[in-house]
């Protein structure tokens, strides 16, 4: 029989969330994509739903995150801050290291 650990990160700024899986997943989306628009499609979630976890990211953080550009005739636009990468890397790097973690904690359980 073979076990697996369920676990999510989530990072608090009192009762707010700066970052999850979920809006980590949409900070990598605008960087891909260009536009919280775009990012939004390409994760299937609503523009509204997309632009409300990327203010509330902003709100929570100690700089902004993302540089918005309001549309018009050449189309707006979303970028990140270089702030807002090396919260991406730092989310990644601890994520891994839990993981990495509670792979050896679930070993422990396997060899009994």
């Not at 523009?47 to 976890?53: G, H, N, R, S, V």
């Amino acid at each position: 029989m073979s076990y697996k650990i369920k676990s999510r990160i989530w990072i608090e700024s009192e009762d707010n969330v700066l970052l999850g899986e979920g809006r980590v997943h949409l900070l990598k989306a605008i960087q891909k994509e260009g536009s919280l628009s775009k990012a939004a499609k390409s994760l299937n979630i609503s523009y509204k739903k997309a632009w409300q976890l990327i203010d509330s990211v902003n709100k929570s953080a100690k700089k902004p995150v993302t540089i918005n550009s309001i549309g018009g005739k050449g189309g707006g636009g979303a970028e990140l801050t270089e702030y807002g990468q090396s919260l991406i890397n730092a989310f990644d790097e601890i994520n891994k290291n839990c993981w990495d973690f509670l792979d050896k904690q679930l070993a422990k359980i396997e060899r009994l």
